[in-house]
């Protein structure tokens, strides 16, 4: 279930991103096929062995950014992580609707939930500004982070996957705890 939740949000991340930067004058992604849900072609064969074996996925699309402007470039960034704050958003208001008022079949309202909690993670982490991830290129934008060394970049990624591994359970939690949360204000929680 984690897995047909987690492949199709990074995918649909990726081609957001993809789809956004050809919107704003950049079609690098969509000369390299990236215009596409194909998971092999968003996250590639390694990507998707090591998220079935360890739970760690990523994905990435070509983005040349001296084709875009400034506001471009901000708005390939968001492009993705917003997708995965929509299908949270949408999760959240199916979630409770499944759950209390319709006999849906209980794999289905699981379904529903762990889409939320798996985009409310990935929101999350790639908003982070760390590099390599989205937010680190969104604040890059308003930040001159060119003067960051290589080192600092290494530092910060070993830092960030130790830190996601640490806290996972917690973060877990927390999203789960979140999507629980119309179910509780709708009085049909313990």
Known sequence: MVTLAVIPAICLHEYFHAQVALWCGDPTAAMRGHLTLNPLKQMGIISIIMFLFIGIAWGGVPVNPYNLTKRGRILTALAGPLMNFVLFVLAILIYPLLALFTPAPPLLISYVFVIGVYNLILFIFNMLP????????????????????????????????????????????????????PILLLGGGK
Do not use: C, H
């Open 130 to 181: 760390v590099p390599g991830l989205d937010g680190w290129n969104i604040l890059s934008q308003f930040v001159d982070l060119r003067k960051t060394g290589s080192e600092i970049f290494k530092g910060a990624m070993v830092l960030l996957i130790f830190g996601m591994l640490m806290l996972y359970p917690y973060i877990t939690k927390f999203a789960g705890r979140v999507m629980e949360l």
